[in-house]
T-cell receptor, first 113, second 114 residues
Framework: AQSVSQHNHHVILSEAASLELGCNYS??????LFWYVQYPGQHLQLLLK??????LVKGIKGFEAEFIKSKFSFNLRKPSVQWSDTAEYFC???????????FGQGTELSVKP | KAGVTQTPRYLIKTRGQQVTLSCSPI?????VSWYQQTPGQGLQFLFE???????NKGNFPGRFSGRQFSNSRSEMNVSTLELGDSALYLC?????????????FGSGTRLTVV
């Protein structure tokens, strides 16, 4: 079955701490991978996406993610978080034909000033 | 350019009623997808339309339906509303028919069923 698993439900960090949010997927075939962020009261925004090529993907606001095919993982990282990074983060996958996105359950990140 | 526009932003309906939600994609985008977001189930795919044709459908009952018009605007209809239909309904638009395009989400319509 196609699924996405995000390891952490809620992560609490202090400002300047490093962040890594885990994402593993189960999907038959070649995939496209996405990380979306939802700030409080706002809509989903695309942080970064992987379609092909370099498995280390850089996104907006200093975020990056690494696609490790052998581990079916696409973890999100940021070297130093800010209070403004407080939000919910969603990992998503779809097949190379496009179509529906399968989302993980989301990870709520709280950054303490 | 303008983003994905969903109307209305908020709705309160009574059980048994029906509701229609609207989504206007980014100008030039021909693909529109709908998702339901709830605290318990997370984000779940409802359906996807491209050039007025439904290309994919999620695992929702037949009470959930949609359509897309020639100008790419899409509507979603839920009939015989149940309490469990209370959710944030999100629309996403996409540049084209293939996979290598970004999905842009609207702000959603928050539906409350009482």
């Amino acid at each position: 079955a196609q699924s996405v698993s995000q390891h952490n439900h809620h992560v609490i960090l202090s400002e300047a701490a490093s962040l890594e949010l885990g994402c593993n997927y189960s999907y038959g075939g070649t995939v496209n991978l996405f990380w979306y962020v939802q700030y409080p009261g706002q809509h989903l925004q695309l942080l970064l996406k992987y379609f092909s090529g370099d498995p280390l993907v850089k996104g907006i606001k200093g975020f990056e993610a690494e696609f490790i095919k052998s581990k079916f993982s696409f973890n999100l990282r940021k070297p130093s978080v800010q209070w403004s990074d407080t939000a919910e983060y969603f990992c998503a996958v779809n097949g190379i034909q496009g179509g529906k996105l399968i989302f993980g359950q989301g990870t709520e990140l709280s950054v303490k000033p | 350019k303008a983003g994905v526009t969903q109307t209305p932003r908020y709705l309160i309906k009574t059980r048994g009623q029906q509701v229609t939600l609207s989504c206007s994609p980014i100008s030039g985008h021909r693909s529109v997808s709908w998702y339901q977001q709830t605290p318990g189930q997370g984000l779940q795919f409802l359906f996807e339309y491209f050039s007025e044709t439904q290309r994919n459908k999620g695992n929702f009952p037949g009470r959930f339906s949609g359509r897309q018009f020639s100008n790419s605007r899409s509507e979603m209809n839920v009939s015989t509303l149940e309490l469990g239909d209370s959710a944030l309904y999100l629309c996403a638009s996409q540049d084209g028919a293939g996979a290598n395009y970004g999905y842009t989400f609207g702000s959603g319509t928050r539906l409350t069923v009482v």
